[in-house]
């Protein structure tokens, strides 16, 4: 537990978050990688609770049902690398295209040094969700499509034979990379952006629709480029997004499908409900902008927590968290932000009920109590530090953070470090 304001023996900086287990990468994998996304599982059969870790060469499971006993279950090992032929399509191949979007990213220079620099090794980035009991998986910098993995595998995998090696189910190939998916559960759309090498919009990382409702068999179903959007790698590139059915306050798009993304130098909103005829709602620049990198609608969607992955850096303070105004989809606005104590880049963040889960790099995880969503009224209630050894603004430590299975268990992930299992009271 966290006592007198430490955990793991003395060793990890806390409040109110309580460690439970930790799996460094050499438990998890056995070559030299670093963690990247993490994301979860519950079987609705087994009720058996799983951690899908990103690594820079596939994906590991790890069962977290005992959260003070996880099991390392096996490996999902990165797909074949695909190629552009001259008409845009996307094949397999053993020449493929290798990019690197470093030049124009500001980003990605420390990541190419992890990867091997310019697309040359396997990618620091992997991006992992669930649908029906099924996973995507997507990768940037070298193109190997989507991954699809049948989850229900699991239940018949054998103590006695983990870690088992898997093989994906589906591999679909109609991009190449994409820095993000995102999935719409109550619709059954997948959405790829920063994806390249593929059809239309993904050639500049718009919105790149895909059918999954057969689960196992992607479709292709259109896609959204704004080009008003993005800035760093390419006009209309979006970094993540989130795509919900609309059920907040602005009263025009109720029932519609709705995509907020972080494209860099804007926010994006986009109608999606016709996938053959998207519409762009708003395009917002908010003052202090340096790279819109990732955000989350609070339940009721009145408002947007938004992540900016370089204002530490390049504006010189502390770590902010941005509160957009989302009652009027068409005029966005900043409301108000809500500064940490910490210095550290925030990452990636996730809404469960009244509270905010930040994964934060080197400020670790940082659980803020969101019932009144102003910066001012905003509050810090618990915290979890996996790199005490540093506090620098640099581009390491927490990578992301899975913070809804029941009890109060999280699963986060450390660049450097791994997977820790940690608690906190729900």
Not at 46 to 66: M, Q, S
Not at 139 to 162: C, H, I, Y
Not at 240 to 261: F, K, L, M, P, W
């Amino acid at each position: 537990d966290c006592i007198d304001g430490l955990a793991g023996d003395g060793v990890y900086p806390c409040s109110n978050v309580h460690y439970r287990a930790y799996l460094s990468l050499g438990e998890i994998n056995e070559s030299d990688q670093n963690a990247n996304d993490i994301w979860g599982w519950k079987d609705p059969q087994t009720e058996k609770e799983y951690a899908l870790v990103g690594l820079t060469d596939g994906v590991v499971i790890v069962d977290v049902t005992d959260a003070r006993e996880p099991e390392y279950v096996g490996k999902l090992p990165e797909a074949d690398l695909v190629a552009t032929s001259k008409d845009g399509a996307v094949s397999k191949s053993s020449t493929p295209n290798i990019i690197s979007s470093s030049a124009q990213d500001p980003r990605m220079a420390f990541h190419d040094d992890q990867d091997g620099g310019e697309g040359k090794g396997a990618s620091a980035w992997r991006d992992i969700k669930t649908y029906q009991n099924a996973m995507y998986i997507v990768t940037d910098v070298n193109p190997r499509g989507m991954q699809v993995f049948d989850l229900e595998k699991l239940r018949n995998v054998p103590k006695s034979a983990m870690p088992v090696t898997f093989e994906h189910d589906a591999h679909y190939t109609e991009f190449g990379v994409a820095h993000n998916i995102a999935i719409n559960e109550e619709s059954g759309f997948a959405y790829a952006v920063g994806s390249t090498k593929g059809r239309t919009c993904a050639s500049n990382g718009g919105l790149h629709m895909i059918d999954i409702r057969d689960r196992l068999n992607p479709v292709y179903a259109g896609c959204h480029l704004e080009l008003e959007a993005g800035g760093y790698i390419a006009p209309g590139y979006i970094h993540d997004t989130q795509c919900v059915n609309y059920d907040g306050h602005d009263a025009r798009y109720q029932g519609r499908e709705i995509c907020v993304s972080s494209a860099e130098l804007s926010v994006l909103v986009s109608d999606v409900t016709d996938k053959e005829n998207p519409q762009t709602v708003s395009v917002f620049e908010y003052t202090g902008n340096r790279y819109a990198h990732q955000g989350w609608f609070s339940e009721d969607k009145r408002v947007f927590f938004l992540n900016d992955e370089l204002d530490e850096i390049r504006n010189g303070h502390n770590t902010r968290t941005y509160i957009l105004d989302m009652t009027n989809l068409e005029e966005l606005r900043v409301d108000s932000y809500y500064q940490h104590s910490t210095l550290s880049i925030d990452h990636n963040n996730y809404v469960v009920g009244n509270r905010l889960y930040q994964a934060n790099y080197l400020a670790g995880l940082r659980v803020l109590d969101i019932k009144e969503p102003t910066g001012s009224a905003m509050s810090e209630i618990g915290f979890f530090d996996t790199t005490p050894s540093k506090t620098e603004i640099e581009f390491d430590g927490l990578w992301s953070v899975y913070p809804w299975f029941e009890n109060g268990k999280i699963v986060v992930s450390d660049i450097s470090q791994g997977l820790f299992v940690l608690e906190m009271e729900p």
